[in-house]
């Protein structure tokens, strides 16, 4: 157990940050552009939050429907004693994790919906 109240969960993930360096970088080869390191961190600062719950709905979908798999390999249920986290995890469950599972996203448009929010100009 955590200290958080996860279980450990024997799945290896590589580290967020690494996926959205090497998706930006096969994005600016398709459109004929480079990115130079500093846009690729002022991208993932400007985003880094929703692209962490996108990851983390991903993970999610594979496992039962009260369980948020979290990136250090730890898991943590719905009905978690501390009632703050309890209510986080509730509406991550029910807000992301329980509609992309409903309408079967596949990998495909999975990688198209973390393109267009790391990519998101606007703010």
Same mark, same amino acid.
């Given at each position: ?63 039962? #429907? ?6 250090? #390999?730890?898991?943590?249920?719905? #009905? ?44």
């Amino acid at each position: 157990m955590s200290p958080s109240g996860g279980q450990h969960y024997p799945i290896r993930h590589r580290p967020e940050i690494c996926c959205h360096f090497g998706s930006s970088s096969k994005v600016a080869k398709v459109t004929n552009q480079k990115l130079v390191s500093f846009s690729q961190v002022a991208l993932l600062r400007a985003h880094a939050g929703e692209n962490l719950l996108l990851g983390l709905t991903r993970r999610s979908m594979m496992a039962e #429907n009260d369980l948020l798999l979290l990136g250090n #390999n730890f898991v943590i249920h719905r #009905n978690i004693p501390d009632l703050q986290i309890a209510k986080v995890v509730g509406r991550i469950l029910d807000e992301l994790v329980k509609p992309f599972k409903d309408v079967l996203i596949d990998d495909s448009e999975f990688a198209c919906l973390k393109a267009i929010v790391f990519f998101d100009p606007g703010e």
